[in-house]
């Protein structure tokens, strides 16, 4: 599905339009990214930002040469540029134009790729996301782009921020009816408060746009760095709690993590699925910073407030002492007043809190 540009893809750059370094003499023009000018938004910059990261093919990989970005929307202009995104009303990837204007323009992640479940209309930077994702985290992590390594932060950029960037380019509200509260701090609001504003009696929007490039660039470097060294490695641990399970309580319900802090949700409820696991996990308990111990409920979905389980209704806001009374548990130090989380000083009193919660509950059958 991915054609290759040119026959000189673009050079990787850390920093978009950073152009930092010493620079080899160039024997050939650099390719010209062409994207429209005037008002810019979000997604045309990490758009343009991405294909900057696309490694040129040269006899000395280390000689580093800036692809231009030829803001315009003059037809002639855009016809000599190499890809073009964001403007023209053109999706065509064998000739690299990238727009998502058209009318006719409905493509989705899926119905590019239909093994994604992403269902959002593509903007100009989920549409080079998609055609180029893999390869842009294969160069920037070293690794193949069918590792399993590439294949999961693929998905996980797309679904946690690239498909925002779409949805909110394109109009797509994320929910039905009026929102309770505005978001207006979200990446895509940034970039827009980088235009001029409507009076400012200089409306030039050139050194704006390099602005945003380097905005959402260092945003989606952040990102990766983190889901590479912080999300994924959490996987793993999550993994191995859950196959030892049964060693934290006979009902197989409660999860054990030997670390705080552990981003554990998202990889919980896609194990459950992956592992086939035949009763949902209820409870999970993991050490805070401080050495005391935590039970937590698992939510009902990744983005949800709601507990599958959460503690019983007359231990919520109540702490300390008057809590361990209230238990019988010594150790407790509180449970949210909505019941989504309790602690103790302990693993001990913890885990009895869990048990306890389970066995109010009539869930599963407790160890002793």
Known sequence: MRAALRAVP????????????????????????????????????????????????????????????????????LAQCDVVVDVGGEYDPERHRYDHHQRSFTQ??????????????????????????????????????????????????????????????????????????????????????????????????????????????????????YYHRAWLPARALVEDAIR????????????????????WKEHLFSLEKELVLPDPLQLVLFPDRSGQWRVQSVPVGPRSFESRLPLPEPWRGVRDEALSQLTGIPGCVFVHSSGFIGGNRTREGALEMARRTLALQGVGAQSG
């Open 108 to 225: 989705s992640m899926q119905s590019l790729q239909p093994s994604k479940p992403w269902t959002t209309k593509l903007s100009s930077a989920g549409l080079v996301y998609c055609h180029f994702g893999s390869e842009i985290l294969a160069g920037l992590l070293g690794q193949p782009e069918d590792s399993p390594a590439v294949t999961a932060l693929y998905d996980k950029l797309y679904e946690n921020f690239v498909e925002e960037i779409d949805a909110i380019d394109n109009g797509i509200a994320q929910t039905d009816g009026e929102p309770r509260y505005a978001l207006t701090t979200n990446l895509s609001a940034r970039v827009g408060h980088l235009n001029p504003r409507w009076n400012d009696p200089d409306q030039d929007t050139e050194a704006g746009f390099k602005r945003a490039m380097e905005l959402v660039g260092s945003e989606f470097m952040d990102r990766l760095d």
């Open 10 to 77: 673009l050079m990787a750059a850390a920093v978009a339009g950073s152009g930092a370094g010493p620079k080899r003499a160039r024997t050939e023009p650099p390719l010209r990214i062409g994207t429209h000018d005037g008002t810019f938004h979000c997604d045309e910059a990490l758009a343009c930002y991405l294909l900057r990261l696309l490694p040129r093919y040269r006899p000395h990989p280390i000689a580093q040469q800036d692809a231009e970005v030829v803001r315009t929307r003059d037809p002639q202009r």
């Open 244 to 263: 030892r399970r049964f060693e934290v309580d006979t009902s197989g319900v409660l999860l054990e993590l030997p670390q705080g802090g552990c981003p």
